[in-house]
């Protein structure tokens, strides 16, 4: 079975940064492509980013192009989403999901993790 565990959340002030973590383990990893969704209470689940098996092909939401990049070490078995220039508006349990179909991970991956909080002070 797939577990994906986060980490690096945290408390931030704008402008600042950070790089969330996911490990992957129970199966192979570079069978699964992965991505980065966020959610706020009180609001659906926002789509990130996502990232294809080997990291060829990446695509990131709008809502943070130029800011946000999602990048993977197969070797390592662990995805990143690196967070610059961070907002307050960008505040939100953070979490990794993972599917062996790459278009399948932006609608409705098989597997997610538990989520890692993200806090941007103003």
């Known amino acids: 079975q797939v577990q994906l565990v986060e980490s690096g959340g945290g408390l931030v002030q704008a402008g600042g940064s950070l790089r969330l973590s996911c490990v992957f383990s129970?199966?192979?990893?570079?069978?699964?492509?992965m991505g980065w969704f966020r959610q706020v209470p009180g609001k659906e689940r926002e789509y990130v980013a996502s990232?294809?098996?080997?990291?060829?092909?990446?695509n990131i939401a709008d809502s943070v192009k130029g800011r946000f990049t999602i990048s993977r070490d197969n070797a390592e078995n662990t995805g990143y989403l690196q967070m610059n220039s961070l907002k307050p508006e960008d505040t939100a349990v953070y979490y990794c999901?993972?599917?062996?179909?790459?278009?399948?991970?932006?609608?409705?991956?098989?597997?997610w993790g538990q989520g890692t909080q993200v806090t941007v002070s103003s």
């Open positions: 990232i294809s098996w080997s990291g060829g092909h990446r």
């Open positions: 129970g199966r192979t990893f570079s069978d699964y492509a």
């Open positions: 999901a993972a599917d062996s179909s790459y278009p399948a991970v932006p609608r409705k991956p098989d597997y």
